[in-house]
């Protein structure tokens, strides 16, 4: 089966550093990708990568290791606008179907 | 260049009733894909269409079923319905087979969403 983990919440304080884990297992692997939900909204893409190693993007930065499994998500200079849910999901080996975690929800606090 | 739309945007039904959900994928995406999202949950994939068939599928019973158009719109239709199925129901566009080193093929665009409850 499938199995994305990432922690339910965290709370950070504005113009701090937080970062979001996810590991992983799944069958098959083309790809990680982080997406942004606010409430009520729908998810929208922040990052993606497919090779081990950093990819930095403006603030948010998500990292890969694809031998551990495991991937994060890094947020710099924290607005509050940056409250929100992130989803960590796994694109599957056939490039059809993503596999999602149930989100970390974070809360910035002034 | 409009993004993903969906149609309705709210909708209640009650138990044992039938739904029907629209969905246009962004400009120059041929693929579709469904996902159903509960209350604090991530999304859970029901099925992806592309070319008019359904090419893959997650686990969710008979009663979820689609169709995808030849302007590649789609819709999703699920059949008695209960009271579990009401959720955020999430339509997302894609390229068919995107590219490793073209970035920007990779993403999927979501729509905003149709927000179904079932009473």
């Known amino acids: 089966g499938q199995n994305i983990d990432q922690p339910t919440e965290m709370t950070a304080t504005e113009g701090a550093i937080v970062q979001i884990n996810c590991t992983y297992q799944?069958?098959?692997?083309?790809?990680l990708f982080w997406y942004q939900q606010h409430a009520g909204e729908a998810p929208t893409f922040l990052s993606y990568?497919?090779?081990?190693g950093l990819e930095e993007k403006g603030r948010f930065s998500s990292f890969l290791s694809r031998s551990k499994g495991y991937s994060y998500l890094l947020l710099k200079e924290l607005q509050m606008k940056d409250s929100a849910s992130y989803l960590c999901?796994?694109?599957?080996?056939?490039?059809?179907?993503?596999?999602f975690g149930s989100g970390t929800k974070l809360n910035v606090k002034p | 260049d409009a993004g993903v739309t969906q149609s309705p945007t709210h909708l209640i039904k009650t138990r044992g009733q039938q739904v029907t959900l629209r969905c246009s994928p962004k400009?120059?995406?041929?693929?579709v894909s469904w996902y159903q999202q509960a209350l604090g949950q991530g999304p859970q994939f029901i099925f992806q269409?592309?070319?008019?068939?359904?090419?893959q599928r997650g686990n969710f019973p008979d009663r979820f079923s689609g169709h995808q158009f030849p302007n590649y719109s789609s819709e999703l239709n699920v059949n008695a319905l209960l009271l579990g199925d009401s959720a955020l129901y999430l339509c997302?566009?894609?390229?068919?087979?995107?590219?490793?080193?073209?970035?920007?093929?990779?993403?999927?665009?979501f729509g905003p969403g149709t927000r179904l409850t079932v009473l």
């Open positions: 799944t069958s098959g692997f083309n790809g």
């Open positions: 990568n497919v090779l081990d």
């Open positions: 400009s120059g995406h041929d693929t």
């Open positions: 997302a566009s894609s390229f068919s087979f995107p590219g490793l080193a073209g970035r920007g093929d990779n993403e999927q665009f």
């Open positions: 999901a796994v694109r599957g080996a056939n490039f059809n179907k993503f596999y």
């Open positions: 269409y592309y070319e008019e068939e359904e090419r």
